[in-house]
C-alpha cells in the first residue's frame, strides 16, 4: 500500500501565507491521484475544503487553494486566520483505493 | 441540508462482531460512491471502504479485507459497515462520507475493541 506523506506540523503567523505539502511513496503525485484536502478541528468531523487538486467546495475559504507543485499537491492558505488552526489532512486516489496522509497540524500563533 | 448519523458503536471483546449503520437524509446514497473512514484515538484518518453507485464495487483497505463488509440499503437510504474478527486496532470513531466529491461527512461513532 502506498504512503502519504505530509509535513508533521508547521506554523504560520496571523495574516501570513504556509503550504502544505503531500507526497507519494509511488512517485510523483498527479491529477491522476485526485487529491483532496481536508480540515478538522478537534472533536469534530473532517470538512473537505479542496477536491480534485485545486477545487473548492462552496464552504471553503477563499484563502485556501490548491496545486501541484514539483512533485506533490500542495494547500497554501493565504492570509491565516485563527480559526485556520487545525489538522490538515491530504487524501490520494490509488488504484481504485483511497489513502490518507499522516495529516498536519497547522498553528496560527 | 444533507446529514449523515452513524449509530451502531460500542465496546466489544476482541474477536467480536459489530454492524455499523449511516443514516442519510438530503442525500441518495445510491446516487454517490461512499466510504467508511476511521480514525484511532489520538491518530490520522484512514480510508477503510467504499462502494459505488450500483454497488458493483466494493473496496477495502488490506487490514480489513475479509473481516468487514460495505453494504448500503437503499429502501431506508442508509450504509452499513459490518464488521468481524475485530482487534484491538480496530477500536477507533468511523464516520461515514462520501456525496459529490466528500462534501458529506456525519459525526462520527466509536468502536472499542477491548476485553
Known amino acids: 500500500q502506498a504512503v502519504v506523506t505530509q509535513e508533521p506540523s508547521l506554523t504560520v503567523s496571523p495574516g501570513g501565507t504556509v503550504t502544505l505539502t503531500c507526497g507519494s511513496s509511488?512517485?510523483?503525485?498527479?491529477?491522476?491521484?485526485?487529491p483532496f484536502w481536508l480540515q478538522q478541528k478537534p472533536g469534530q468531523a473532517p470538512r473537505t475544503l479542496i477536491w480534485?487538486?485545486?477545487n473548492k467546495h462552496s464552504w471553503t475559504p477563499a484563502r485556501f487553494s490548491g496545486s501541484l507543485v514539483g512533485d506533490k499537491a500542495a494547500l497554501t492558505l493565504s492570509g491565516a486566520q485563527p480559526e485556520d488552526e487545525a489538522a490538515y489532512f491530504c487524501l490520494l486516489a490509488f488504484n481504485g483505493r483511497w489513502v490518507f496522509g499522516g495529516g498536519t497540524k497547522v498553528t496560527v500563533l | 441540508e444533507v446529514q449523515l448519523v452513524e449509530s451502531g458503536g460500542l465496546l466489544v471483546q476482541p474477536g467480536g462482531s459489530l454492524r455499523l449503520s449511516c443514516a442519510a437524509s438530503g442525500i441518495t446514497l445510491s446516487s454517490h460512491w461512499m466510504h467508511w473512514v476511521r480514525q484511532a484515538p489520538g491518530k490520522g484518518l484512514e480510508w477503510v471502504a467504499h462502494?459505488?453507485?450500483?454497488?458493483?464495487?466494493?473496496d477495502y483497505v488490506d487490514s480489513v479485507k475479509g473481516r468487514f463488509t460495505i453494504s448500503r440499503d437503499d429502501a431506508n437510504n442508509s450504509l452499513h459497515l459490518q464488521m468481524s474478527g475485530l482487534r484491538s486496532e480496530d477500536t477507533a470513531v468511523y464516520y461515514c462520507?462520501?456525496?459529490?466529491?466528500?462534501?458529506?461527512w456525519g459525526q462520527g461513532t466509536l468502536v472499542t475493541v477491548s476485553s
Open positions: 462520507g462520501g456525496g459529490w466529491h466528500f462534501d458529506s
Open positions: 480534485h487538486t485545486g
Open positions: 462502494i459505488n453507485q450500483d454497488e458493483t464495487v466494493k
Open positions: 509511488t512517485g510523483p503525485v498527479t491529477s491522476g491521484h485526485y
